[in-house]
């Protein structure tokens, strides 16, 4: 869809291996997931725009953390809004000083 390379991880932990193993342009994280929660993503993928996924948007944009996430989208999640979220992630990543 776009030329994109995706990699997995089924845990935050494996996650962060892989953050520190490469180059990424996006994360896309569960901001409920447990042991350490999706926010844990934002400290570990240090430079990479979070996007966060949740059942529950309204009430994650009013964590204190919200404002690191590059976006949120709402569960279930369709191709079509992921591809847009990751484009935004990208610009935000260009234009945000938050990285810089």
Do not use: C
Request: glycine share 8%; hydrophobic share 50%; aromatic share 8%.
């Amino acid at each position: 869809m776009l030329g994109a390379q995706v990699m997995a991880a089924a845990t935050a932990w494996e996650a962060s291996r892989l953050l520190r193993a490469g180059s990424f342009d996006a994360i896309v994280v569960d901001v409920d997931a447990p042991d350490p929660d999706g926010a844990a993503m934002l400290s570990a993928g240090a430079g990479v725009p979070v996007i966060g996924v949740t059942a529950f948007p309204g009430d994650a944009k009013r964590r204190p953390e919200a404002t690191h996430f590059a976006s949120f989208l709402a569960t279930p999640v369709y191709p079509e809004g992921l591809v847009r979220a990751i484009r935004e992630a990208r610009a935000w990543r260009a234009t945000s000083n938050r990285w810089q």
